[in-house]
Each structure stands twice: as structure tokens, then as C-alpha cells.
T-cell receptor
Framework: NAGVTQTPKFRILKIGQSMTLQCTQDMNHNYMYWYRQDPGMGLKLIYYSVGAGITDKGEVPNGYNVSRSTTEDFPLRLELAAPSQTSVYFC????????????FGPGTRLTVT | DQQVKQNSPSLSVQEGRISILNCDYTNSMFDYFLWYKKYPAEGPTFLISISSIKDKNEDGRFTVFLNKSAKHLSLHIVPSQPGDSAVYFCAASAGGTNAGKSTFGDGTTLTVKP
């Protein structure tokens, strides 16, 4: 199994550009999450989803959008990139409700200049 | 207000000795606690967890202790190995309908010297 995969690994955006960070899991997990990690900091929850068609905001959702049309995919959209969105983005999934162990992807390093 | 705190940004220990990483939390609703390990340029990986109904959980060289009254948990690694050098994140989760969401600390960078 590939687990959780993320593309791209690296990306440089100009201010105001948009992009989609892709996340796919092949473990048939219902719960999926997007985090960002700033240097020297922990992971902050951006958005999460408890199943296809259901998404909700996390701690730091401003400037981002998500969709969940399938169990496997959970893309994160940045519409108008800002320097404050320079960060490393991690996608994660959880097996089922009340299973708290999360499986993480390798991350996408995004720089906005 | 940060609900999960790891007050030591870094820790350095000698190979073979014990590593103790600490974590404090403020939210009384947290009832499940996890430790993740992260190597550079990789995503975090789950290491060990503990439920609030326990005060200790052991898995090989790794043991997590929970003191609910003090809202404190710690991760012990014995004996420490150079391959344990990584960033360790403490995470906490509340039960019920929280959808498996976890709140993470800022991490402690462990360096194990040969």
C-alpha cells in the first residue's frame, strides 16, 4: 500500500496565484485532515473531512478551500496565495471514528513570494 | 492559548541513556494522547499512545506516562539510539464527536549522540 500520497513535493508560487495541493489515500479511511506546519511550530489543522461530501473548518481555515468527492481524495485549494501561506502542508487520514492514530503523507513545501 | 505545550524545544542525550520528553496540556476534555516522530523532509509517524483510563503504556523501548491530575505526560525512550534522533510531537484528542481531531504541541528535537 502507498498509504497517504501528496503532490507536489515542492512548489513556489507568486503572490495572488492559485494552486491545488493533492492528497490521496488508499487505506479506505473515512477521516482526512489538512495541516500546516510553520518553522519551529506544531501542526495546525486547516480543514478536515469525516467522509465523502462532508468537510469542516479546523483551526486556521482562512485562505483555503477543500472538497471531498471520493473517499480517497482530499485536495486543498489556495485561491489567492499570500506570503503568510508559506509553510509545509501535511495531509493525514484516520481509520475510523474513535481511532485517533493518524497516517501522514510526506508533505508539500510551499513558498509564496 | 496553546492547549498542548512541549516546553523543551530540544534535548540531547548520550546513546544508551534514557531520553525523557515532556508534554503538558490544559484542556480537561482531552482523553487520548499520542506521540509522533518526525524525520526531516518526511511526514510524522505514529509512535505510541495512551488513553486517559491508563497511566502507563509501553511498547518496546518506548513508554508513555500520563498524570491526569497534573495534566502532564511524558515519553521515555530506553535505551536511546542514534536513530531516535528526530522531532517528537505530543498530540491530544477529545472523545465524542471530535472526528479524531488532534491538537499538537510544537515539538521537541531529540539528538542522540553516539
Amino acid at each position: 500500500n502507498a498509504g497517504v500520497t501528496q503532490t507536489p513535493k515542492f512548489r513556489i508560487l507568486k503572490i495572488g496565484q492559485s494552486m491545488t495541493l493533492q492528497c490521496t489515500q488508499d487505506m479506505n479511511h473515512n477521516y482526512m485532515y489538512w495541516y500546516r506546519q510553520d518553522p519551529g511550530m506544531g501542526l495546525k489543522l486547516i480543514y478536515y473531512s469525516v467522509g465523502a461530501g462532508i468537510t469542516d473548518k479546523g483551526e486556521v481555515p482562512n485562505g483555503y478551500n477543500v472538497s471531498r468527492s471520493t473517499t480517497e481524495d482530499f485536495p486543498l485549494r489556495l485561491e489567492l496565495a499570500a506570503p503568510s501561506q508559506t509553510s509545509v502542508y501535511f495531509c493525514a487520514s484516520t481509520r475510523q471514528h474513535l481511532s485517533y492514530e493518524q497516517y501522514f503523507g510526506p508533505g508539500t513545501r510551499l513558498t509564496v513570494t | 492559548d496553546q492547549q498542548v505545550k512541549q516546553n523543551s524545544p530540544s534535548l540531547s542525550v548520550q546513546e544508551g541513556r534514557i531520553s525523557i520528553l515532556n508534554c503538558d496540556y490544559t484542556n480537561s476534555m482531552f482523553d487520548y494522547f499520542l506521540w509522533y516522530k518526525k524525520y526531516p523532509a518526511e511526514g510524522p509517524t505514529f509512535l505510541i499512545s495512551i488513553s486517559s483510563i491508563k497511566d502507563k503504556n509501553e511498547d518496546g523501548r518506548f513508554t508513555v506516562f500520563l498524570n491526569k491530575s497534573a495534566k502532564h505526560l511524558s515519553l521515555h525512550i530506553v535505551p536511546s539510539q542514534p536513530g531516535d534522533s528526530a522531532v517528537y510531537f505530543c498530540a491530544a484528542s477529545a472523545g465524542g464527536t471530535n472526528a479524531g481531531k488532534s491538537t499538537f504541541g510544537d515539538g521537541t528535537t531529540l539528538t542522540v549522540k553516539p
